[in-house]
C-alpha cells in the first residue's frame, strides 16, 4: 500500500501544478482569451505605430509642399519682377529704334534732296479701294440684277465725291 500510494500522489503532483486542477475546455477558454488578447494587444500596438509613422509621413509631406509653395511664390514674385524689367527695358529699346529710325529717314530725305534734287515722292493712293472692291464683289454676285447692289454703289459714288472735291 505504501508504494501505491507514493506511485498515486506522484502523479497527481504532477497533473496538479498549482495545486488547483481545472477542466480541461476552461483551461483552453482561458488560454485562448489569453491568446485573444495578447493577440490583440499586438495589433493595437502595431496599429498605434502605423498610424504614428502615418502622421510623421503627412506632417513632413505637408512641411516639403508648404517649402515648395513658398520657393514657388518667391520664384514667382523674382521672375514678375525680372518680366517687368525686360518689358520696360523693351519698350526703351522700341522707343529709341521708332526715334533712330525717324531721324534716320529725316537724314535719307534731306541728303537725298541735298545731292540728288530728288524730292519724296508719295505712292499713288488707292481711292475708295474698299467701296470699289464691295461693289464689284456685289456686282459678280448678282450679275445683270443690279438692285441689291445699289448701297454699295451709293457708297462708291459718296467717295468720290469726296475724294474730288479734297483734291481740288
Same mark, same amino acid.
Given at each position: 500500500?505504501?508504494?501505491?500510494?507514493?506511485?498515486?500522489?506522484?502523479?497527481?503532483?504532477?497533473?496538479?501544478?498549482?495545486?488547483?486542477?481545472?477542466?480541461?475546455? $476552461?483551461? %483552453? !477558454?482561458?488560454? /485562448?482569451?489569453?491568446? @485573444?488578447?495578447?493577440?490583440?494587444? =499586438?495589433?493595437?500596438?502595431?496599429?498605434? #505605430?502605423?498610424?504614428?509613422?502615418?502622421?510623421?509621413?503627412?506632417?513632413?509631406?505637408?512641411?516639403? $509642399?508648404? %517649402? !515648395?509653395?513658398? /520657393?514657388?511664390?518667391? @520664384?514667382?514674385?523674382?521672375?514678375? =519682377?525680372?518680366?517687368?524689367?525686360?518689358? #520696360?527695358?523693351?519698350?526703351?529699346?522700341?522707343?529709341?529704334?521708332?526715334?533712330?529710325?525717324?531721324?534716320?529717314?529725316?537724314?535719307?530725305? /534731306?541728303?537725298?534732296?541735298?545731292?540728288?534734287?530728288?524730292? =519724296?515722292?508719295?505712292?499713288?493712293?488707292?481711292?475708295?479701294?474698299?467701296?470699289?472692291?464691295?461693289?464689284?464683289?456685289?456686282?459678280?454676285?448678282?450679275?445683270?440684277?443690279?438692285?441689291?447692289?445699289?448701297?454699295?454703289?451709293?457708297?462708291?459714288?459718296?467717295?468720290?465725291?469726296?475724294?474730288?472735291?479734297?483734291?481740288?
Amino acid at each position: 500500500m505504501g508504494q501505491s500510494s507514493s506511485t498515486a500522489n506522484s502523479v497527481n503532483q504532477e497533473n496538479l501544478v498549482s495545486g488547483v486542477s481545472l477542466d480541461p475546455e $476552461l483551461e %483552453e !477558454a482561458i488560454v /485562448r482569451d489569453f491568446s @485573444n488578447q495578447s493577440l490583440q494587444e =499586438e495589433w493595437d500596438k502595431f496599429r498605434r #505605430e502605423v498610424i504614428i509613422r502615418r502622421n510623421e509621413r503627412l506632417e513632413m509631406r505637408n512641411a516639403a $509642399l508648404l %517649402e !515648395a509653395q513658398q /520657393r514657388q511664390q518667391a @520664384n514667382h514674385a523674382a521672375l514678375q =519682377e525680372r518680366l517687368t524689367a525686360l518689358h #520696360e527695358r523693351r519698350d526703351q529699346l522700341l522707343a529709341t529704334f521708332a526715334d533712330e529710325s525717324v531721324s534716320i529717314r529725316y537724314d535719307i530725305q /534731306r541728303l537725298e534732296e541735298k545731292y540728288l534734287g530728288v524730292a =519724296e515722292q508719295t505712292p499713288p493712293v488707292d481711292y475708295c479701294l474698299g467701296e470699289r472692291a464691295h461693289w464689284i464683289d456685289c456686282s459678280k454676285k448678282y450679275g445683270t440684277d443690279m438692285r441689291p447692289c445699289s448701297d454699295y454703289l451709293a457708297a462708291l459714288e459718296r467717295c468720290v465725291n469726296r475724294t474730288i472735291t479734297e483734291s481740288v
